[in-house]
């Protein structure tokens, strides 16, 4: 028998919330295992070191059309179905890739793993939907805390686990955790039937409307846009640099640097409540200068040394607060608009930073390569100012109607 559906939201259950968290955080990872196994897979597959970034690009470029057009559908397709279905997806995907001996079979992998791992963006907005407005930023702050551990323990996991056994391993264990994940939320769930009659043709036309029609998601999505930018200059280009001559870390020392982040995962719940008191307008404008102090702090020892290594540390973890908590304060903004449209909304506010995400990994790569790690940070600098400087135009009367959820 199926749980009971819930009528009004009230304030979830602990476990249920949980539950959730972790559910997106194994979900997310999926995303990110096979970053740091580019190299082994490629060779392993009989690719050239020139399709090698295939591996992640694909995935990359699933999940991107995943939020395009499929997130959308849980405002119109029963969501734990949605969410089940999408699993199913993403397991044979993680399957399949295990099991790729040649490119093709695995770089088609890659692409389901990326399309399923939005079952990841039909979780965040089901959470919202079952907290009152009271709560809601702290329900969704916690839930996105959960997808940020995975996000950051997924590189350093992937790692220790193919130099334990193999990069196929990383793949059929996530699988079979897919499978636990399914059955879990099968079972302990509740549906949530959308109130939405619209067909999938006017529902994806109707996200054009959206965007014009709602300058709070535009905002929003162009604040993160900027920080996750940043967030993938740094996170591109600190390996590169770690594993030069300034640092020379083993691929072990550079996966425990990568640890560091983990701890920016706390922001989201504390984002969560500052929302919450309605405190969002001085909380963006923190994120956005603790991800510039990210790149600023690298900057005050002498590069190679002891100093510079724990600075970078330092700025792993206070780049990592401002843009786990940006998230989070920008999804509680958008979730406050109409249940109806709430996953589109997250749709498109996801494809949005996304994308800035992509450009900032791919003009990261390109500074450092020309530049160093002076020019990387300088872009990386360079993105939360812009955003900075765009969050001094917004008004208070838009303001006071986003506190007040209209």
Known sequence: MNPPTPSSPQAAPAWLLLLLAASCGLVAANLYYAQPLAGPISASLGMSSAAAGLIVTLTQIGYGL??????????LIENRRLTLTLLALVTLSLLAAGLSTHPLP???????????????QVLVPYAAHLAP?????????????????????ARPVSSLMAQLASWHTVFFVSAAAMVVLAAVLGWKMPPREPTGRLRYGALMASMGQLVRGTPVLRRRALYQAALFGAFSVFWTTTPLLLAGPAFGLSQGGIALFALAGVAGAVAAPLAGRWADRGWSHPATALSMLAVAAGFLVTHIAAPGSAWALGLLVA?????????????????????????????????LYMTTFFTGGALGSALGGWAYAHGGWAWASALGIALPSAAL??????????????????
Do not use: C, H, K
Request: charged share 10%.
């Open 66 to 75: 995943g939020l395009l057009f499929i997130v959308p559908l849980g405002d």
């Open 106 to 120: 695995f770089l088609l992998s890659a692409l389901g793993i990326g399309i399923g791992a939005v079952a990841v």
């Open 315 to 347: 700025g792993a973890i206070v780049l990592d607060f401002g843009v786990s908590a940006n998230l989070t304060l920008g999804q509680r903004a958008i979730f406050a608009l109409s249940a109806e449209f709430r996953s589109r909304l997250n749709g």
């Open 389 to 406: 400087l765009y969050w001094m135009t917004e008004s208070r009367p838009a303001l006071a109607r986003t506190a007040a959820g209209i």
């Open 133 to 153: 407005e009271a709560v809601r930023g702290r329900v969704v702050g916690n839930v996105m805390s959960g997808l940020m551990l995975g996000i950051m323990l």
